[in-house]
Each structure stands twice: as C-alpha cells, then as structure tokens.
C-alpha cells in the first residue's frame, strides 16, 4: 500500500477549443470540470467506440492559486474570476441539457482555509455543486486518461502530470499484463491503485506520490532569484530533492521497456516547440515520443532565449514564459532521475480521466482496442 502523500495538482491553460456543429442527444453526455490552481477546464463529450467523442469544451486561466502560498487564502479578485468563469461553463451544460457530470477542484481549493466558503458561493452563484477531490484519486484519474498512449511493449511505466499546484507522479509495473492487455490494464486502475482480486491480469501500483510543487507554486517559491539561470537550476535541484520518499527514486532504471507519459502543458508546450510549430495543433502533440535528449535540447533553448525571448515566441508567450521555466525544472529533474528514449506527450489528463471513469463505470465504453 502506497504511504500517505502530500496534497497536490493544477496544470498549464490551453486555449478554447471550438464545440462540434452537430447537435447531441442529450441522453448519451457526460460532462468533466477540473478546477486546478491555475486554469477551469472543462468537456462534455458522448461515448464513441472505446473512446469519447468532445462535443464542447472549455479552458481558461482564472490563477485560482494567486497569493496563496503566501496568505493561506483564496484572494476576492481570483475567486471572481474563477466564478466568472464557471458561470460560463453552467451555461454549456445547461445548453448541452447535460445531467452526468463530475465537477471537481485540486490543489488550491485542498489548501485554502476559505476553500469552503469558495465552494458555496459557486453553489450560490452558478448552481454548480463543485467537489474538491484527494490526490490519490487524482493521480489515478491522470493515469486513466493516459491509458491509450501505453505501449504494448511497456514493462514499467511512469505517468508524470505536472499541475499548477503539485505534480503526481505514478510508477507503474505490467511485466506479468500480457502485451495486448496493457493499455487496459491501466484503465482498469481508476478503480483504486490497490484493487481487490480481479479475474483481470492487474497492473502494480509500486509507488506513487504528490509532491506539492507544480508550475506556479515552485515558480512562487523562487520568485526573489533575478538571475534566469540560476533560478531555472535552483527550481530543478529543489524540486528532485521533494523525491526522496518515492521508492523508484533510489533505483535506476533501464530504458529498454521503460516509458514515460508526461501530461501537462508543460510537455505539450516542449512538444509543440520541439516541432517547430507556429501554431499549436494538438494532432500533432497528442502521443508524440521524445527523448531525454531531445526535451533537454528544447529546455537550454529556452533558457537562451532569456524572458524577453520566451514572451516573444508565439508557442510560449507573456502570460506563459515564467510557468513554463517552472515546468521545465521539473521536467528535467524526472529526466535527470530517470532519462528515457520513450517520453509520451498526453495532451489529455483530469477532465478525460474523469470522463472514462464515468463512461467506464456505466458501461458504456467498448470493450476494445484503444
């Protein structure tokens, strides 16, 4: 059994996607809102295959999490964002006629002392009835999103979503999963990391952990540093020295059968830079393979560019150039520990966990190849 870890989680904003044209039968909708330090996000999609088709979304950075490291508290002007926020994403539900759904907070609402008050006001002013859930449960659903980019020829997988707040991090054995059954294997973990007995071939949960260090709070942790450089490395060393309770910390690791699949904005903004993109596209991030090699290339262009230079490049940008350094200290203290030819970019996390555990738990997901 997994020891008792530090509260955590959060993660990048990623822009509004747009809602599909066809309209849905209501019946089949189920909905997903994470609420995390820095962003709301939200998806109502439909059960398609062994999968889920997106028939709305939404993303905005509300920075729920601003001042809270330093005041215990959440602030008035960032829970009226949040709540503006939410009243859209009440509209949404309300015009999708949508009755399924899991709205759930993270990070800053588990350690704000008015988080309670927060939630009620929501309640008063949206309808929406949010639910601030622990982080193991967290860290399996970021697992459960990440469940299709498994490879078939994994043997120990490491799943890494960097959030705004904490980062999880969960270290996964399915050497005795029969290759074709692994991605569902992981699936199967949004039922608990220790489940009961299954007739199923089961994954191993060796460890997992919540180190409460995400983008913004080990961005706030070393705001007083002037110096990039040594910010950027002070943030990395800091952040690998919170890993010294997670067992697989003390053990190095072959690449060969070793996977990593990294889901935050974080890894999907390397990816995007990695390939040159001007514009991002998520068709192109979402399960894309990097090397240790490859990301640590990216991260010392970043750090080239200084901050004037990461608020100019468009696939970074002003509001985005302090976080991503954050990310990429953290980044590249997992890489440190544990370098890999096979680093999966999860363009996905919290809000489809939550939508497969839902569509899962209802049976209506096939029960086929991913």
């Not at 704000?112 to 009620?120: C, D, K, R, S, T």
């Not at 890494?160 to 050497?175: C, M, N, P, Y």
């Not at 640590?296 to 150039?321: F, M, W």
């Not at 489809?352 to 190849?369: C, N, V």
């Amino acid at each position: 059994m997994a020891p008792k870890r530090s509260d955590g989680a959060g993660a990048f904003p990623k822009a509004v996607e747009s809602p599909a044209p066809v309209p849905s039968d209501p019946a089949t909708l189920y909905a997903a809102l994470d609420l995390g330090t820095n962003s709301c996000r939200m998806l109502i999609a439909q059960p398609k295959g062994s999968g889920f088709h997106v028939v709305d979304s939404f993303s905005k950075s509300v920075q729920l999490g601003t001042g809270l490291e330093r005041t215990g508290r959440l602030s008035r002007s960032s829970m009226a964002r949040t709540v503006q926020a939410l009243r859209i994403c009440q509209q949404k539900l309300k015009r999708n006629k949508v009755t399924r759904m899991r709205l759930v907070a993270t990070e800053a609402c588990r350690r704000a002392g008015n988080a309670p008050e927060f939630i009620q006001q929501v309640r008063r002013e949206t309808g929406l009835i949010l639910e601030i859930i622990q982080p193991e449960e967290e860290a399996r659903l970021a697992v459960v999103s990440c469940a299709p980019l498994v490879s078939t020829r994994t043997e120990n997988l490491l799943v890494v979503d960097i959030g705004g707040g904490s980062t999880e991090l969960v270290w996964i054995d399915i050497t005795k999963v029969p290759q074709r059954d692994r991605p569902k294997a992981i699936m199967r973990l949004h039922a608990g990391f220790n489940p009961a007995h299954s007739p199923f071939p089961a994954a191993r949960v060796v460890d997992w952990i919540s180190v409460p260090l995400g983008v913004a709070t080990l961005r706030d942790q070393f705001s007083d540093v002037e110096d990039d450089s040594a910010r950027f490395a002070l943030m990395s060393w800091f952040f690998e020295e919170n890993l010294t309770e997670f067992a697989p910390y003390k053990d190095e690791q072959a690449r060969k059968g070793f996977q990593i699949v990294g889901t935050s904005g974080t890894v999907t903004t390397v990816a995007a830079t990695h390939l040159g993109l001007k514009r991002y596209d998520r068709t192109k991030v979402d399960g894309l393979r990097m090397t240790s090699d490859q990301i640590d290339k990216v991260i010392h262009g970043y750090l080239r560019l200084g901050p004037k230079g990461r608020r100019r490049d468009p696939r970074i940008g002003e509001d985005r150039q302090a976080l991503i350094m954050s990310g990429s200290a953290i980044l590249q203290a997992l890489l440190r520990c544990w370098p890999t030819d096979q680093l999966s970019v999860a363009d996905r996390g919290l809000r489809e966990g939550l939508l497969y555990a839902q569509m899962s738990a209802d049976g209506a997901l096939e029960d086929g190849p991913f």
